[in-house]
């Protein structure tokens, strides 16, 4: 677009100018300025245009706050030309208006780029569009066109180039007015109005240039009277009398799909606008009860399945009518919200199970948002209950506290005593007890609940290191300030570390682990076999290199853990660590540990050189200080 602003920038000094004139100032045929002169018109209408007078071309301004807008988009789609994706929707945007094949000459020649490079383009198109059912015919020094339906054009060009083809495209105020107070009355949010308006602008640039839809694939009569089918109706509707058209079935259906396949509205009011179909509220509590299985991880958040079911409603709507949202992205997702993600995994297998669609790993970035949202409102964060024992009054156990508060967790609740007042019922609630260096800790009684006395001078970073190897109840995850903490090697036992010999296999390990936890009576044989079935059913051996088999054992109050190394070369295949966990079967218990707990593990599955140090480790020692010293929490 550079030699078109070039034209109208000396149209707009030099009020007017002649072809030969221009065409030699820029080193092209006469030809070429007529083109380009018939490209600026496009861009320009219908705020200005450039129009010959006497042999001399000359630019009538009409409207002098659009055309600052157009002369805008001008400059824009100069400097894009650059970018090579722009410069390819460009190209794709010639042959979509084209009547005749474009030789690459002309396509060069609109782009202001080699003929090679265009004709490198070309073959790239060719890859891109064939997903849509377009193909790319020609040859060189013939010509190129599209050959596709009409609807798979226009899914091309909203998929691939929105942002370049469409959005920047100009529409009537009025037209964008409609589209506003109707999808405002539907309750749809800001995207989804701009995404509507998205559709509706290729709708009216393709059917008022002569490129009409066919009848609709019969998936897509399914839409009819439906309520994104009376939006789109409504809203067609109101725009004929504006463009003097009147709008077919197939249209309606057109932009009806618009509306299906957006995202799902934010309000109740708005998603009451549109009821789930019965087999939607059937595949959440499938989708529930498979991650329940696989992962453990009882989801309750009764106040957001609402929500997430119109969100599968909308999901599986894009999948049928191909119709897509603008792309997430994938890989940060995953690698922030690793629970969340190995959830949406799940869920899109049973999804894909269930209906038989491919689901995209876009819309399986989506769903990783939405269990993230699950995680956060089913997690409670623990509260610790720490009880401070002084030998010389309130005062010392307070400035004590000062000092804890520097490293323990927001929200920990204190109880202030002094030896004498100490016995098991003071210390009802509490998890932890924490004894000034003068206090005999012989004297009095506390049951199960750790102590921990300090020294004379109290060191935070020695005080990190002692919780950081207690197994506090249901507070394992203390998250420390100043510590790198590992939740799981909080809650691992010496006694419950094995290193394998080099080159076990990861189910002979998992027997081994369990066959242990038998032996000190953790565990009964019932427990194993529950393990060989979960492992039938879906393996839990992550990414070929963690393995994380865990089944509940009856009777249980706690989280029982037991890890194993493996020593294998870098290059070598299988599991390089094990960790078996049983979890307590009892109804109310609470699993937000366990999502902690996949957390720590996924994202030590993604970190190989980390796993292969720890598969040479053969005691627990080791692999304590070399799990606690890096941040696997995030």
């Known amino acids: 677009m550079d030699r078109e602003m070039w034209i109208l920038r000396q149209l707009e000094t030099s009020l007017t100018a002649s072809a030969e004139a221009l065409a030699e ?58 970018d090579p994706r722009h410069r390819r929707a460009q190209e794709f945007r010639t042959l979509l208006c084209a009547e005749r094949p474009v030789t690459s000459d002309d396509l060069a020649d609109t782009v202001r780029a080699s003929r090679a490079t265009v004709l490198a383009d070309i073959a790239q198109l060719r890859e891109t569009l064939r997903p849509f059912g377009v193909r790319v015919e020609g040859r060189s020094n013939w010509g190129f066109s599209l050959t596709a339906e009409e609807l798979d054009l226009r899914l091309a060009e909203l998929t691939l180039y929105p942002a370049e083809l469409v959005d920047d495209y100009p529409i009537d105020d009025d037209i964008v007015a409609i589209v506003t107070r109707i999808t405002e009355q539907a309750h749809l949010s800001r995207p989804s109005r701009d995404y509507v308006r998205r559709w509706l602008t290729v709708l009216l640039d393709r059917t008022l240039t002569g490129h009409p839809l066919d009848e609709m694939p019969a998936q897509y009569q399914r839409l009819r009277d439906s309520p994104a089918h009376h939006i789109a109706s409504e809203l067609l509707r109101e725009a004929e009398g504006l463009v003097s058209t009147a709008f077919p079935i197939e249209e309606e259906l057109f932009l009806a799909m618009s509306v299906a396949g957006m995202r799902t509205p934010d309000s109740a009011h708005g998603r009451q606008l549109f009821p789930v179909d019965g087999e939607i509220p059937d595949l959440v509590d499938a989708i529930f009860k498979r991650i329940a299985e696989v992962m453990q991880i009882h989801l309750d958040a009764d106040e957001l399945v609402d929500e997430f079911a119109h969100h599968l409603a909308f999901m599986l709507n894009r999948m049928r009518f191909r119709v897509t949202i603008d792309e997430q992205p994938i890989h940060g997702i995953r690698d922030q919200y690793p629970v969340a993600h190995r959830m949406a995994e799940i869920s899109r297998d049973v999804i894909e199970e269930r209906t038989g669609m491919r689901i995209s790993d876009s819309e399986t970035g989506l769903l990783t948002g939405y269990h993230q949202v699950f995680l956060d ?54 998890d932890l007890v924490v004894a000034t260096a003068d206090v ?16 004379q001078v109290f060191d935070p970073a020695e005080l990190i290191s002692r919780l950081s190897r207690l197994n506090l109840r249901g507070h394992v995850d203390l998250q420390l300030a100043g510590a790198n903490s590992s939740l799981l090697m909080s809650m691992l036992s010496p006694d419950r570390f094995m290193a394998m010999p080099p080159g076990t296999g990861y189910w002979p390990a998992t027997e081994a682990l369990a066959a242990h936890l038998i032996d000190q009576g953790l565990a009964d044989e019932s427990f194993l076999a529950t393990l060989r079935t979960r492992e039938e059913e879906a393996t839990m051996l992550l990414d070929g290199l963690v393995g994380f088999p865990h089944a509940t054992i009856p009777g249980a109050d706690r989280i029982i853990l037991a890890m194993a190394t493996i020593p294998r070369s870098p290059q070598q295949p299988g599991a390089r660590v094990v960790f078996l966990m049983g979890v307590p079967d009892k109804t109310d218990y609470d699993d937000t540990i366990l999502v902690t707990i996949y957390d720590e593990i996924i994202r030590l599955t993604n970190d190989p050189d980390l796993l292969n140090r720890l598969s040479t480790l053969t005691n627990h020692e080791d692999v304590f200080w070399l799990m606690a010293s890096r941040p696997c929490n995030p």
């Open 25 to 82: 100032r820029l080193q092209v045929s006469p030809r070429t300025v007529t083109n380009s002169i018939n490209t600026l018109n496009q861009m320009l209408a219908p705020a200005a245009s450039v129009r010959p007078a006497a042999g001399r071309y000359r630019l009538y301004i009409l409207d002098p706050q659009g055309y600052s807008q157009a002369r805008g988009r001008l400059l824009r789609a100069a400097a894009s030309l650059n």
């Open 377 to 430: 409102s089913h997690r409670t964060p623990p509260h610790l209950t720490l009880a401070i024992i002084t030998a010389t009054g309130r005062v010392s156990a307070h400035l004590m506290r000062i000092q804890l508060d520097k490293v323990l967790p927001p929200g920990t609740k204190y109880l202030m005593l002094t030896g004498d007042d100490v016995n098991e019922s003071s210390l009802v609630g509490a």
């Open 440 to 455: 005999d800790t012989e004297a009095f009684t506390v049951g199960d609940v750790p102590i921990i006395q300090l020294g």
